[in-house]
């Protein structure tokens, strides 16, 4: 984390951030700053509700991958994770990842054919938002909200204990 993160005006959703970028396009302006100087981070209710409850903690960027989470160097420490959700953005620059040794399928990280936002090497490291080879359309606003929510929830299965006894 270079900055600590920004959240949007609460009221402000994606209809409004159309609106201003929008605006900013057909009426260009050097005071015109459009939806550059609003935030990162479109607070929706699920995330005012988190964010409100104190359950959002920014950490400073880690220096690597490792098989069982992530690492900083200074000072030292390491955090385990059960899932790693890499989403960060529509290229992907992901040279950190290399330390892993994930296999490769025309120079992206091989996913799941079952779950293609699911790395195939590491079944809790997950890619969204980078394109169609981890989802349909996944680069895109209208695209990302699906595979999201299918691997939201896939990894919410799969880390909460069952009370079906059948299982």
């Known amino acids: 984390m270079l900055r600590p993160p920004r959240y949007l005006p609460d009221d402000v959703d994606?209809?409004?951030l159309f609106d201003i970028s929008t605006r900013a396009v057909r009426n260009p302006h050097p005071t015109t700053r459009g939806v550059a100087s609003l935030g990162d981070i479109v607070a929706v209710p699920t995330v005012r509700a988190a964010?409100?409850?104190?359950?959002l903690n920014a950490?400073?960027?880690f220096d690597r991958l490792t098989p069982t989470g992530v690492a900083w160097d200074d000072p030292p420490r390491r955090l385990d994770a059960d899932v790693i959700i890499w989403c960060t953005g529509f290229r992907p620059d992901i040279p950190h990842l290399a330390a892993l040794g994930l296999s490769r399928h025309?120079?992206?990280p091989t996913t799941d054919p079952d779950f293609p936002t699911r790395s195939f090497d590491h079944r809790g490291l997950f890619f969204l938002g980078y394109g169609d080879w981890c989802g349909p359309a996944s680069a895109t606003l209208i695209g990302v909200g699906p595979a999201a929510r299918a691997t939201v929830s896939?990894?919410?299965a799969e880390l909460t204990p069952s009370t079906d006894a059948s299982r």
């Open 51 to 55: 964010r409100d409850r104190g359950l």
């Open 59 to 61: 950490q400073p960027m």
């Open 154 to 156: 896939a990894i919410l």
């Open 14 to 16: 994606g209809r409004a």
């Open 106 to 108: 025309h120079g992206h």
